[in-house]
């Protein structure tokens, strides 16, 4: 029977790529000049800091068209609030999403059973879902379903198998 899962992964060295490439733009610019603008990567979050609120929401913005450029979705971004940091400087954090929850799982499982396809089943493994059917075009119509709904975070399908 075939199968497939449906991941929901980040690719961390392209996100370590856009990182770099906004931290050398924001020393460029001449809108950045002497705010000290910066994104520091971690494994699980990024932390923006500068020295004022509106700068940091431009340097959000830069980080999310390098992300763009680089194919990373913008769902991968949870942001947080912004803080105040010393010297009058402000701070946010940025988490990185990665892996599909239970609730996210189980919104998948009730997409695929209303499609009412026959034959079609799905299963929450883990951090992923594994979805499988008798046809191979059945399971062509999940993806696409899967792909036209707006969940909260970036899918995508792996390991399909006849």
């Known amino acids: 029977m075939p199968t497939f899962d449906v991941v929901s992964e980040v690719d961390l060295q392209e996100v370590r790529n856009a990182v770099d490439q906004t931290n050398r733009e924001a020393a460029t610019r ?9 994104v ?3 494994e699980k979050e990024l932390t923006l800091s500068a020295s004022t609120e509106d700068r940091l929401h431009a340097l959000y913005q830069l980080l999310q068209e390098k992300m763009v450029k680089r194919q990373v979705s913008l769902k991968t ?3 947080g609030s912004v803080e105040e940091a010393s010297h009058q400087s402000a701070r ?7 892996g599909i929850g239970q609730d996210v799982g189980k919104r998948i499982n009730k997409l695929v059973k209303d499609l009412g396809l ?4 799905s299963s929450i493994q883990g951090d992923q879902v594994r979805v499988t ?19 909260e975070v970036p899918l995508q399908f792996t390991n399909f198998r006849d």
Request: glycine share 6%; charged share 40%; net charge positive.
């Open 77 to 79: 971004l949870d942001p």
């Open 118 to 121: 026959k034959g079609v089943s």
């Open 92 to 98: 946010q954090r940025v988490a990185l999403r990665a």
């Open 30 to 38: 001449f809108d950045f000049k002497g705010t000290d603008a910066r």
């Open 133 to 151: 059917g008798k046809q191979r075009d059945d399971l062509q119509r999940v993806i696409q379903a899967l792909k036209e709904a707006d969940l």
């Open 40 to 42: 520091d990567f971690s």
